[in-house]
């Protein structure tokens, strides 16, 4: 089946710096998500984004199917921007394959 | 709008005990879904449905048998549970396939 990777696994940032996030898959995709993970638990929907480019707010995300890789930015991060984001490109109709997550830890 | 709502938030239970998880939304949504999620992984799709009166398969169907009797609700079963089930259980709802999917909030279950 299909492999997901996420990088960096761990980031600490200082509030205001900027990041990008990695989420590598191995096979094509359908298509891709991006949640995140608030450390209450609780899961929100970033985007929805098979290819091309996405902005909203300060965060974007870019999915260059072809070459089966994702990439969200951070700009200007916050503290609220704390916890984990995980990809989950779906391979077919009926799968979605979460990655392991990148953890996210913002300091004022 | 309550959006998407889990009973029960917590839950133990012993070995070869069988529950019953809800979820229910109020966005009208079509399809719902149910995730595991076990400590330091990502989530896990066990059964999903694309409209009341069906339901499907997904990567970990295994131990749990679901039902959408009415569109809004979803509801996850456990026949006999197993420690191996012990995890988050996440429910959520999409308006199309696979879109946007809001997240209830999670049922922590541990089976001793």
């Given at each position: 089946?299909?492999?997901?990777?996420?990088?960096?696994p761990?980031?600490?940032?200082?509030?205001?710096a900027?990041?990008?996030?990695?989420?590598?898959?191995s096979?094509?995709?359908?298509?891709?998500?991006w949640?995140?993970?608030?450390?209450?638990?609780?899961?929100?929907?970033l985007?929805?984004?098979?290819s091309?480019?996405?902005q909203?707010g300060?965060?974007s995300?870019?999915?260059?199917?072809t070459e089966?890789y994702?990439l969200?930015?951070i700009?200007?991060?916050?503290?609220?921007?704390?916890?984990?984001?995980?990809?989950?490109?779906r391979?077919s109709?009926?799968?979605?394959?979460?990655?392991?997550?990148?953890s996210?830890?913002?300091i004022p | 709008?309550?959006?998407?709502?889990q009973?029960?938030?917590?839950?133990?239970?012993?070995?070869?005990?069988s529950?019953?998880?809800?979820?229910?939304?109020?966005?009208?949504?079509?399809y719902?879904?149910w995730?595991?999620?076990d400590p330091?992984m990502g989530?896990?799709?066990?059964?999903?449905?694309?409209?009341?009166?069906t339901?499907?398969?997904?990567?970990?169907?295994?131990?749990y048998?679901?039902?959408?009797?009415?569109?809004?609700?979803?509801l996850?079963?456990?026949?006999s549970?197993?420690?191996?089930?012990?995890?988050?259980?996440?429910?959520?709802?999409?308006y199309?396939?696979?879109?946007?999917q809001f997240?209830?909030?999670?049922?922590?279950?541990?089976?001793?």
């Amino acid at each position: 089946g299909i492999q997901v990777e996420q990088s960096p696994p761990d980031l600490i940032l200082q509030e205001g710096a900027n990041s990008t996030l990695r989420c590598n898959f191995s096979d094509s995709v359908n298509n891709l998500q991006w949640f995140h993970q608030n450390p209450w638990g609780q899961l929100i929907n970033l985007f929805y984004i098979p290819s091309g480019t996405k902005q909203n707010g300060r965060l974007s995300a870019t999915t260059v199917a072809t070459e089966r890789y994702s990439l969200l930015y951070i700009s200007s991060s916050q503290t609220t921007d704390s916890g984990v984001y995980f990809c989950a490109p779906r391979p077919s109709y009926d799968k979605v394959i979460f990655g392991p997550g990148t953890s996210l830890s913002v300091i004022p | 709008n309550a959006g998407v709502t889990q009973t029960p938030k917590f839950r133990v239970l012993k070995t070869g005990q069988s529950m019953t998880l809800l979820c229910a939304q109020d966005m009208n949504h079509e399809y719902m879904y149910w995730y595991r999620q076990d400590p330091g992984m990502g989530l896990r799709l066990i059964h999903y449905s694309v409209g009341e009166g069906t339901t499907a398969k997904g990567e970990v169907p295994d131990g749990y048998n679901v039902s959408r009797l009415k569109k809004q609700n979803f509801l996850l079963g456990l026949e006999s549970a197993a420690p191996s089930q012990t995890s988050v259980y996440f429910c959520a709802s999409s308006y199309e396939g696979w879109n946007e999917q809001f997240f209830g909030p999670g049922t922590r279950l541990t089976v001793l």
